[in-house]
Structure formats: C-alpha cells, structure tokens
C-alpha cells in the first residue's frame, strides 16, 4: 500500500496550521478562571468589588451569573460551573474574568476574595468509604458500583494447582495534549453564540451549553476542530462555560486559553485504580477461576467514571475463556483530581493486572506461558466477556500468534554486553471494545453532496485532534466512490454544517465513516449516474464513477463540475447506530479489536533504570485504511504506554497537586522510546464480516504496560505490581536478591 | 530562568543582558596547557569545542546532558554554574576548575570548589569572566548523570571523579563528587582520602560504598529517596572505581 501523506500533514509539520486556539478576532477580550485554593471547603463568601474596580476588567462572574443550570457533566451535571457553597477540588471554579489582556485578568483574579472554611480532605477512596467521611454528593460517596458473575467461583478455585493473588496500583495518567483547553467564543450580532473550542464531541458540548446558557441549541455553533490532541481530555467540557458567560455578559470575543498549570490543575486524568485479582490454575494449564476487585477513585465529580468502571468490568477477564468470574468495582467520589475519559477507558489498568497474573500462573506451574495463553484463548465463536454475543472474528489467536514469532526470538536475559545490564522480553496480549457499548444512546450519520462548484463534499461531526481522521475519510470515501481525492472536500467538526456523527471518542471514528460510506454510496452514486445519464444521453449501465468525472470505455466524458453545473446539489444523509449485540446486557461491546504486545527492556543494575528497547505490537483491527495513521496510533500509544509505565503519575497529596507542570510530571522524550519500534497488522477478517476496518485510537495503548512489567520479570526477577514502575523499586529488589552482587562475582572472569 | 519564571519565581524589575561581550565568549589552550573558557560561551559550542573534546571529553560530555540542544544553544556554561547546581558543576569540581572574577578592583579567581560552597559572588556585583581547567592528561576522568527520563531532565544524582594512578593498583590522586537535583555537587574529601596512595582492594571499595552514602548525604524528594540517591551514586562510583584496577 503506498504511504499516503494525511491532508492536514503539511499544514501541521511546517506550523502553518491555525488551531482554535491560535484565532484572534477584534476587540477580543481574555478570560481568566479563579479556582479553588482547597480541595474540600465551604465558600462564605465571595467579593468582587474590587477586581471590577481594577481598570480593564470588563465583566467578573459568579455562580449568580448562570442563566441556566449550574452544572456539567456529559451524563450527570453533577460539576458546577461556577461554585456557590462547596468546593470539592482544588480545579473547582468560583469566579471567572474578562478583561483586556492576560495580565490584568491574571491581576484580577488576585483582587477576588473568596471565604473559604476549610472542610475534611478525602484523599483516597478508602477515607471516602469510611463509616462517618462526610458526604460529597447528595447519594454520597459512592459515584458507581458495577460487577459481573459467571460460574461456581469457590468450586473452580477448589479444582485449582495454583492460584495466584495480587493487588495491583496504577497512577493517575495526564493526557499531556500540546495544546492545552482554550479557544475564543464570541458574540454574534444576531444574538446567537459561536464556540471556537476544541472538543470531543460538539454537539454535546452545544447540548450541555445550551442547559448552562438557557439558550435553545439552535443558538449556539460549536466549531470543535482541530485540536492540537485530546486523548478523551478534552470530551468533557473544561473552559467553554466560562467563555461562554463571558462573552454574553460583556457582548465581545472571549478568549481563554489555559496555561498547562491551570490545564493540569483542572482537567480530568485517568482513574487510578487498585485492582485485587485472584486467580486460579488447573494443572493442565486451563483458567478456571477469577476474581477481581476494583477501586477506582474518580476524583470530585462523574463525568463518566460509570462507564469507564463498566468498560474494566467488561474487560477484566480479556480474551479469556474461564468458567467461573467474579468482578467488582467500585468508583468513588474523593477530593482529588476528577478521573475520567482516556484512551483505553479503563481498559489499560485491568489489562495491566491480568495480564500480570498471566505471567504469574505459567511460571507458578511451571509452564511456557504463550501456551498458557493458547490454551485459554477465545476462539471465534466464543462469546464476548460478558456472555454477549460479539462480531466472530479470529483476532485473539491471531495476535498471539503474530506476537508468539516476536517471542520466540527474545534473547536470553544473560545477554547483554554491559555487564551491569540484564535483557528480558515480555508479552502481554489484549482485547478491546469500540463503541459506547449496548443500552448507551450511541448514533452516527454522515452526509454526501456533490456541490454546485462540483467537489464532492463528504461531512462528518466528527474532530481532527491529531489521530488522523481526515486521512481515514479522505482514503474512504475516495476507494468507496471510485473518485480522486481532489475531487473531494471535507466537512468536519461544525455543528452549523456538519450532520451529527456522534462522538469521536472510543475507537469509533474509522468504523462509522466506513459503515457511513457503505450506506450513502450506492444512493448517492446512483443519483450521480441518473443525472450522468440524462446529461450526456449515454445509457446509465455504461457509466461509472472515476477520478474527475464520470466515465465510460476508459474515458472521463463528464467531469464532476459539469455535472453539478447549474443544477441543485444531490444531497445524501444517513443516520444509523453503533453496531451492538443482540444480547441485551448493559454496557456490552460488541465490535473487538485485538492486540499482542512484545516488549524487551534493559535494566540497568547500577540504577534500576529501565531503558525499553524493543516493542513489537500485533493488531488485528480489519482492514488498515491508512497506513500511516494506522502506525501512528499504534506508535503513539504505545509510547504514550510507555509514559504510563515508567514515568507518568500525576501524584497528590492532600488534594493538592505536587506535579503542577511538566517539569516534574514527565513523559516520554525521544530518547526513552525504543529505536526498534514494531506494528504489525493482522488484517484479516471472517468472509461473512460485514463491520469492515475497527478504529484503533485506542488499542496500541492496552497491553504495553504488562509486556514491559513481564520483561522486568524476564530481567531481573521482579515481579511488578504497581505502575509507573520506580527505578528505585528495582534497585531495592535487585539489591534485596543480590543480583548486583551476583554479576560482580560472576562477571569477573571477564564477560 | 524561564522554569524558574513558570514556578513562580519573581525577576527582578530590570536585567542587564551581558550578551554582547563577545569577549567573553572564546575557549583557549593557555601556556600551562590548561584551557580557559569565557562564562558567556554557550553551551553547545563547549560540548563540540575541539579544544574541549580532546582536553576534556568528560566535559563535553556532561554538557551533553544538559537541558535540549535548543537550552544548549541558549545558555552558556557561567550561567550553568552560577545556577548552582548546574549539570557541569560535578565534572568541573572533579577536573579542579577554578573561577575568574571581575571584581571592584580587577580580576580575582579561587576555585570552583569555594564558590560552589558559598553559593553567592566572590563580592558583590563581581562578573563571571571564566572557567580554567588544568591540564589533566596524566589521569582519567568519569561523569555520570542520572534522571528521570533520558534526556531533557534535570539530575537526581550526578557523580564525578578524576584519578591519577601510580604502579601496582595504587591512587596517587584522586577527587570524587556527587550532587544531583537540590544537592548542591560537593567534593567528597573523606571518600577521597580514603584512597589515595591505597592499593584498591575489595575490602577497600566495600568501605568506600558505605562512606560514599555516608559523606554525599545526598537528600531526597517525592521522585527519589535519599537512600536511593545514594546508592546509585556509590554504586556508579564504585563500579568505575573497580574498572579501572
């Protein structure tokens, strides 16, 4: 397949691309949003006088400034735009300013004095779970509770050789996105509102700002694209309500774009989770029991921590077939940061746990644990993790079979030519559900025109934040028309000319532009050759589409511009739903992505330090649409996995936030990530399938962090059980077991 | 500056910019053989200077650890020290670096070591001028920088030493540094005099990894403990230590 260079590639690589944050409009304002200096307090009071006073402030707002309902949250507006008598987090606003620049915004926040009676801190979900915590929300502390139960579990665990028990901790994980909230809001003259903000999903952004406005959504136009990266960080809504009170206040352009503090301190991050996994083995390596406990601490409010626990719930088991499974999970309203929407959705911290356990259970009876693996495996036409029938395709096998080739090559952990470095090589494997799963409101649509000036113009609600869905829709709809891609235009992330596709959230966008296409082009092709038809006097079955035009006996005879000119546009629309199961069970996905995961780490004896050498990722997605894209998501998130591994953890204390920046929350620079960098795509599918390429946005983040914890094992004897792996943890383990002391003696002999 | 400036810190109302002082800005080879580097030269052009690489690889090489290439084009190597506890104070403590002052009354020098356990201008309102290395062709020289991630990170331990060797095994000179994030670089003279004119031992470098944590008493953060810091840098010193015998 050739390497396509993506539409907005050059644009962006040469910095010429304006992202919303980057618009500028006259008389432009700057907004500016006071926080919460305490994770738990009661507001007594609140006075701005003197911040209106400060010469260039033009409009500072309160709670007593929402027209409309004082609350976000996608599925419960449990989050206060503006706080009236409790601040549950120190991201929490209180007040928000307009004023003619940054600084005096900045100056005017400081002239703002709020009251504040500090309250008991719950900075953990066992302090929230306490008999006598005091309550965060009207039904407690408890956001969501979710489980799942199949099988006898005490009479398989009898028939068990071994049973492996562990508690697993994995950090709260920033998205780190370039371009931090922000974006300009302005006024129009008609009294309508436009919203230039990145976001995840603009229709539902117009929908919740409509409900905070009081303003009918027809008012308002959220322009949501493109983002300089999201990773789910931006679905929620973060600064648009404030924008958006501003501006009407004040009546001009609002800009608010946030500093990465402020990014840090407000925006939601992945759930920490303590996972408990007991699991057992029978002696001939079949799984027959597993039980897990989940505590996710969802931080001060929803957003949707419900979902995302039901997603680890779903995918607790893997691609596992065993008889008997007892999950619980807990979510759990605390002070901290809010937890919410990440790719991988709560998938990557239950990976991380079982597929540690995997490893666990071959070694504690002995046996090669890709067989293990195989042993266990789903099968084709095994049912989804939660007993729901799902899209039958082969994919776990072939991943583990594409990643078994990676594995068994790995080198000896003796290996290594520096003496005070030991090699390992592990494997993790993975599935991955996309959509939003059955029972949640989940469509999609697209829609076709050929336009007057005869471009073909294919639209979408979707959003561009970096993952490349412009190169999915353009390579799409070209292979699915038969035309080129000059003779298209593409329409996306406009609610006022945009049909609603649905949010680009969880692996979804590929899959939708690809069932879009396959129901708009037959209609739209056919209204295209009728008219083809009656233009040119040629019988219809002796045309078709090609690039340019219309076609026939290996000539262009009509080019599209022709064909369009002086006629009304042909127009066509579909609406439709995220496949789901048949089986009626909540949550329950359906379409299933795959991955197997081979990592090899160096671990530096002297140090502890962790250097990831190689990482070998096997998908099975479907189809590649473009090559690419497809290679930069899997590329990206399993550095973005790597982070996740050995580095990233935004730490709290108390509330508060120690790593307030990037200089002490660290990602991934160049150098940590592994030269040998491997994608390998499994593409087939069962003839019968018609769901055709599955979105991978997601999938390359799943498994990498077990592959790597398995290739520490492989080195160095530690089993991990808590993320982001510390050097000094290794350090302190390989001391502890005198592997140093073991290579000084033994290397003395000259290695 | 500019990470000072996000974390809060407040700059003075005005800052003279000392940028155009070119002459301040050249590395040379003196009689002695050692080599002056003017305060203002950048960082890149130390770590690529040829003068530089040949003398005094191990600086280049530190350099290299500091910051970006876009931080190494900007910041110059005076700026690097004055900061205190800058990447390229450990190798120059252990290379015996000494510093020039323009003072009231001319130029004044003393050594690194001094002005490194002072922390503040030899008087006030005295300018870095340069960094003079003595010439160290007789022994060896060692760097290490540990971090939190490869690059672009600042240190958590950094460990340094340059030694001279007599016949059979024996130290005739040696000097020993550790540092790393809030721990200011310090010579480690107990570790120091502990081996010179020793043969080093087994027993000898056992003792030697217990001074080492003793004597860095490096501290610790939320990031990395105390003990870890000192672990790493003894046994990154030791190991270099048992290389070279």
Known sequence: MAKKIRPDGKEKVTGRLKYLTDLAFSNMLYGKILRSPYPHARILSISTDKARQLPGVQAVITHKDVPGLNGFGIVTPDQPVLCKDIVRYVGDAVAAVAADSVETATRALELIHVQYAPLPVLDSPEKALEEGAPLLHPNGNVLHRAGFQKGDIESEFAKCAAIVEETYHVPRQLHAYMETEGGVIVPEKDGSLTVYVGTQHGFKDRFQLARILGMPEEHIRVVSSPMGGSFGGKDELNIQPYGALLALSTGKPVKIHQTRQESIRSSIKRHPMKITMKTGIDQDGRLRAHQTTIVADTGAYATLGPAILDFAVEHTSGPYMIPAVDTKGISVFTNNGVSGEFRGFGGNQVTFALEGQIDRLAAAIGMDSVEMRRLNIRREHDLGPLGQQIAETNGALDVLQSAAAVYAE?????????????????????????????????????????????????????????????????????????????????????????????????????????????????????????????????????????????????????????????????????????????????????????????????????????????????????????????????????????????????????????????????????????????????????????????????????????????????????????????????????????????????????? | MQMQREQ??????????????????????????????????????????????????????????????????????????????????????????????????????????????????????????????????????????????????????????????????????????????????????????????????????????????????????????????????????????????
């Open chain 1, 410 to 751: 790995k080198k000896p952990s003796s290996q290594n030519q520096d003496r005070w470095k030991r090699t390992g090589t592990g494997m993790a494997i993975t599935m991955h559900g996309g959509g939003l799963g059955f029972g949640r409101m989940d469509p999609a649509g697209g829609r076709l025109s050929l336009k007057e000036d005869g471009k073909i113009e294919i639209s979408f609600g979707f959003e561009e934040a970096g993952q490349g869905i412009l190169a999915v829709i353009e390579t799409i709809t070209t292979e699915q028309l038969g035309c080129a891609k000059e003779d298209i235009s593409i329409m996306i992330g406009d609610t006022s000319l945009v049909p609603s596709s649905g949010s680009t959230t969880a692996s979804r966008g590929t899959s939708m532009v690809w069932h879009s296409l396959q129901r708009l082009k037959k209609p739209f092709l056919q209204k295209l050759l009728t008219r083809a038809a009656r233009k040119t006097g040629t019988k219809e079955g002796q045309l078709s589409i090609g690039p340019g035009g219309i076609w026939e006996n290996g000539e262009c005879r009509l080019s599209f511009r022709e064909l369009a000119s002086e006629q009304a546009p042909i127009v066509i629309s579909t609406q439709f739903d995220f496949p789901v199961s048949p089986d009626p069970i909540d949550s329950a996905h359906f379409l299933y992505t795959y991955s197997g995961v081979v990592a090899q780490v160096e671990v530096d004896l002297l140090t502890g330090r962790i250097n990831v050498t190689e990482l070998h990722q096997s998908l099975s997605a479907g189809p590649v649409v473009n090559e690419m894209g497809y290679l930069g998501q899997i590329e990206g998130g399993g550095v973005m996995a790597l982070g996740y591994t050995l580095m990233e953890d935004v730490i709290m204390a108390d509330g508060h936030y120690v790593t307030e920046n990037l200089d002490s929350y660290l990602i991934p620079g160049i150098k940590d990530v592994p030269f040998n960098l491997q994608v390998k795509a499994v593409e087939s599918l069962p003839a019968e399938d018609d769901y055709g390429p599955r979105g991978v946005g997601e999938i390359g983040t799943i498994a990498v962090a077990p592959a790597i914890a398995n290739a520490i094992y492989d080195a160095v004897g530690l089993r991990v059980s808590q993320l982001p792996v510390k050097p000094e943890t290794v350090l302190k383990s390989t001391e502890e077991r005198g592997v140093l002391h073991g290579s000084q003696s033994s290397n003395s002999g000259g290695n």
């Open chain 2, 8 to 245: 809060g810190v407040v700059f003075p109302p005005h800052l003279i910019s000392l940028e155009q002082l070119r002459e301040l800005a050249d590395i040379e080879e003196t009689v002695d053989g050692s080599i002056r580097i003017g305060a203002l030269t950048d960082l890149e052009t130390c770590r690529t200077h040829l003068l530089v690489k040949k003398m005094c690889p191990s600086l280049s090489e530190a350099i290299g650890t500091i910051a970006s290439p876009a931080v190494r084009n900007r910041g110059t190597i005076g700026g690097n020290i004055l900061y205190g506890i800058g990447d390229a104070i450990p190798i120059l403590l252990a290379m015996d670096a000494r510093l020039s002052w323009f003072c009231e009354n001319g130029i004044r020098s003393e050594w690194l070591s001094d002005y490194v356990n002072r922390q503040e201008s030899l008087e006030e309102g005295a300018i870095l001028t340069d960094i003079t290395i003595p010439s160290l062709v007789k022994g060896h020289c060692f760097f290490r920088k540990i971090g939190r991630r490869e690059t672009f990170i600042p240190s958590i331990v950094t460990v340094a030493m340059y030694m001279e060797m007599a016949d059979q095994n024996v130290i005739r000179s040696i000097r020993i540094v550790a540092g790393g994030g809030v721990n200011t670089p310090r010579r480690l003279r107990g570790c120091e005099e502990m081996l010179v004119g020793k043969q080093l031992t087994d027993d000898l470098l056992s003792a030697l990894s217990i001074k080492i944590k003793e004597e860095s008493a490096l501290i610790g953060d939320v990031f990395a403990s105390a003990n870890y810091r000192r672990t790493v840098a003894a046994n990154l010193l030791l190991t270099e230590l048992q290389s070279v015998r």
